[in-house]
């Protein structure tokens, strides 16, 4: 059974820094590639931030601008989302997943395996 656990989301001001975290288990992510996305308030869940299997091409959404890091450790199943200067307007709920097959890493429609989600909220 495939497990994608999110953790590290919660609550915190204007400006603040949070670490999210990806406990994967049921696979091996070293085949995969990861990606966050984020999904707020009656809207579509988008892009944040995928990274290639080694760990050496990252790609973020547009909005990112510098302030959000990825990261990924094979060999503990476990892939980060650092985040810093954060705003209001990332107010999301924030999703791990994993993708084995090609396609575009900045699409919803590549990924196989989903987490629950951890919810982010940035209060002004």
């Known amino acids: 059974q495939v497990q994608l656990v999110e953790s590290g989301g919660g609550l915190v001001q204007a400006g603040g820094s949070l670490r999210l975290s990806c406990a994967v288990s049921?696979?091996?992510?070293?085949?995969?590639?990861m990606g966050w996305f984020r999904q707020a308030p009656g809207k579509e869940r988008e892009f944040v931030a995928g990274?290639?299997?080694?760990?050496?091409?990252?790609y973020y959404g547009d909005f990112v601008k510098g302030r959000f890091t990825i990261s990924r450790d094979n060999a503990e199943n476990l892939v980060t989302l650092q985040m810093r200067s954060l705003k209001p307007e990332d107010t999301a709920i924030y999703y791990c997943?994993?993708?084995?097959?090609?396609?575009?890493?900045?699409?919803?429609?590549?990924?196989?395996?989903w987490g629950q989600g951890t919810q982010v909220t940035v209060s002004s």
């Open positions: 990274v290639e299997w080694s760990g050496t091409f990252k």
């Open positions: 997943a994993a993708a084995i097959d090609d396609g575009d890493i900045k699409s919803v429609s590549t990924y196989n395996y």
């Open positions: 049921g696979i091996t992510i070293n085949r995969h590639r």
